[in-house]
């Protein structure tokens, strides 16, 4: 049953383009005062259903609510009440000697001068400098803190990690998995990560699973090492690598599980590198309108009254 509460609510959307499903048969809840995550790598589905919510583009099936309204039929009246900006003929103009810094905090601004109830975030800080990102992250925080309901897309984990209240996590079009940051890094159990800096074999990743049979051993981003008595085990890594000339000066370290860890867990892949390997086809082939990733500033630059 759908609370009074729940600003967004999505029932098994489906959208098809080109003969391939997008997305495929999604479902969840926003509630109402939240900040909301859409995480995963780009070609998850993620703007195309932002797309949708926002009364961009027709779902192929499904149901939205937002506020109350379908935004199919009430698309008009639900945009004045959602925080949406299109400024892209004005890119020309003045705006266009910003920095992609300012560019992307005046979107943020603008999407909030009729003082809406749901602000829409697509990839708000793709391609700032630690310093534009860390701006734009004091928008978001300010934006919560008077009560608005936020939706944020992003393929970026610590953005969605510190941000988010809750995060549905997506791959290839569905929600792998949705919870609050907490919860979903407890799907890797009560065990620690040790992650050995080097580029991993598949060999050498047999060969530690051996060294180390009581722990899981997987690749992502160098060798990964979960286990639920980290001490002995790290003992055996050290011995291993840092006696062995070959990995000289090898860096080793002990840390908690992370949203990557999970997203690789439900998935079998890096989304670091899922996001990476995405960017580099879309520089090389278009992708279709909805999916379009690029790095100009108006997330929303199909949208028209």
Not at 20 to 44: M, Q, Y
Request: glycine share 12%; hydrophobic share 35%.
């Amino acid at each position: 049953m759908n609370r009074v509460s729940d600003a967004i609510v999505v029932e098994g959307l489906r959208h098809c383009y080109g003969g391939l499903d997008v997305l495929k048969g999604v479902s969840f809840t926003v509630h109402a005062g939240e900040v909301f995550g859409i995480l995963g790598p780009n070609g998850a589905g993620k703007t195309t259903l932002s797309s949708i919510l926002t009364s961009q583009l027709r779902p192929t099936s499904g149901s939205v609510s937002l506020l109350g309204l379908d935004p199919v039929s009430k698309g008009g009246e639900l945009r004045r009440r959602i925080g949406l900006v299109g400024l892209e003929h004005k890119q020309d103009g003045l705006i266009g000697s910003y920095s992609e810094g300012m560019k992307r905090r005046l979107n943020v601004a603008l999407s909030l001068v009729h003082d809406p109830e749901v602000v829409f975030l697509d990839e708000p800080t793709s391609g700032l400098d630690p310093l534009g990102r860390r701006q734009v992250w004091k928008a978001i925080w300010e934006l919560k803190a008077s009560g608005k309901t936020l939706l944020l897309t992003t393929h970026y984990m610590e953005e969605a990690e510190f941000l988010c209240d809750r995060i549905a996590l997506m791959d290839r079009g569905v929600v792998a998995a949705l919870g609050t940051p907490s919860e979903l890094k407890a799907r890797m159990g009560t065990g620690k990560i040790i992650e050995v800096g080097i580029e991993a074999s598949a060999e050498l990743v047999d060969e530690v699973s051996r060294l180390i049979p009581e722990g899981r051993v997987y690749r992502s981003m160098g060798l990964n090492i979960v286990t639920g008595d980290p001490e002995p085990a790290l003992q055996r890594i050290m011995k291993r690598f840092i006696s062995d000339p070959g990995y000289g000066g090898t860096r080793i370290l002990l840390r908690e599980p992370s949203l990557e860890d999970v997203f690789l867990e439900l998935t079998g892949r890096s989304l670091k590198e899922e996001s990476r390997a995405s960017e580099g086809e879309n520089m090389k082939s278009p992708a279709p309108p909805e999916e379009k990733t690029g790095s100009s500033w108006n997330p929303f630059r199909h949208f028209h009254e």
